[in-house]
């Protein structure tokens, strides 16, 4: 799920640090048809830091609609900003993958999915895919909604927020939808990533450690920084708490990272503590403390 997105703004990074990417450049710099509607102010790094003012795709009457790629491109480059780009943050459950993902494809020509795996998942042989391929199928371990639900099961807003937290409000999306095939084919950068925790740790892990690992060099170390440095805090609009955002990441205290399964990273320790599950909990009648109690446990190590 969420802890996609720290792979697909890893992806941005690179492309950063290359040269090929600015942060403060207009989105529409790269992606002309975005400018429509008022969105010629919003910048490369709103998009990464969930203050863009997209935080849902408007008009969408079922997931599968979230398959077509072209038509979601094109329905957010037409779509209006809730609110004044940079001004606010509103969680952009699944907007920040087309978002960032449109980027690179227009940077690179390829679709993220395919930019992470030549560029991230081969050279450091990551298990982690975005767009999952019919030779994984096997190997996938089905999400198990919470106790006592269903697979028409789809997650509640956590506790403090005032909306229904179900990424847009014409389509929830169900545990029966993510265990399908069609959502394994697709590419939805923000959510539809399959790995293992050695495979999210050992990506992450890359931030964490100055940009190389293991000999692979993905990053410098200056092009680390943006994913530790704060671009806002404050309350978020959508998850009706309080949080901080880096270029693409959420920033907890000393860790940056990302995600219910969970990621987090702390560069002064050069640790990154991985933590995928697939055993649901309805979050709002249960605080979910399983993957903050094994990073607490490599802090305790670490001591």
């Known amino acids: ?5 720290t792979m697909t703004a890893l992806c941005a ?8 990417l600015d942060l403060s450049a207009p989105v529409a710099a790269y992606w002309p048809e975005f400018a429509a ?35 979601v491109s ?18 952009h459950s699944l907007t920040f993958g087309f978002l960032i993902g449109e980027i690179v494809r227009r940077i690179t020509g390829h679709g993220v ?25 096997h190997r996938v371990a089905p999400l198990i909604p919470p106790p006592s639900q269903t697979e028409d099961y789809a997650a509640s807003a956590p506790p403090g927020s005032d909306r229904t937290y179900r990424d847009n409000d014409g ?37 964490a450690s100055r940009g190389s690992v293991g000999g692979v060099r993905l990053l410098s170390p200056q092009g680390c920084e943006p994913a530790w440095q704060e ?6 609009r959508l998850r009706g708490t309080r949080m901080c955002y880096t270029m693409g990441f959420g920033s907890f205290g000393n860790t940056f990272g990302w995600g219910g399964s969970l990621v987090a990273s702390d560069s002064g320790a050069r640790m990154t503590v991985a933590c995928v599950m697939n055993q649901m909990i309805d979050q709002g009648r249960q605080d979910d403390s399983r993957g903050l109690e094994i990073v607490l446990a490599a802090y305790d190590g670490l001591r």
């Open 231 to 236: 671009e806002f805090r404050g309350d978020d």
């Open 74 to 91: 094109a329905r957010l480059a037409a779509q209006r900003p809730e609110w004044e780009p940079g001004t606010a943050a509103g969680y």
């Open 37 to 71: 509607a008022g969105k010629e102010s919003v910048l490369v790094r709103h998009v990464l830091s969930h203050t863009a003012g997209l935080p849902e795709l408007s008009g969408l009457n079922a997931v599968e609609e979230l398959y077509d790629w072209e038509s």
């Open 13 to 20: 990074l690179i492309l950063v640090d290359r040269g090929a």
């Open 113 to 137: 999915g395919e930019f992470f795996a030549a560029e991230v998942a081969r050279p450091l042989g990551a298990d982690f895919h975005v767009g999952l391929s019919a030779e994984h199928d």
């Open 1 to 5: 799920m969420s802890t996609t997105k």
């Open 171 to 207: 389509a929830a999306i169900r545990v029966k939808d993510a265990n399908s095939i069609a959502w394994r084919r697709a590419q939805i950068p923000a959510a539809s990533g399959f790995g293992n925790a050695r495979s999210v740790g050992l990506v992450q892990s890359v931030l």
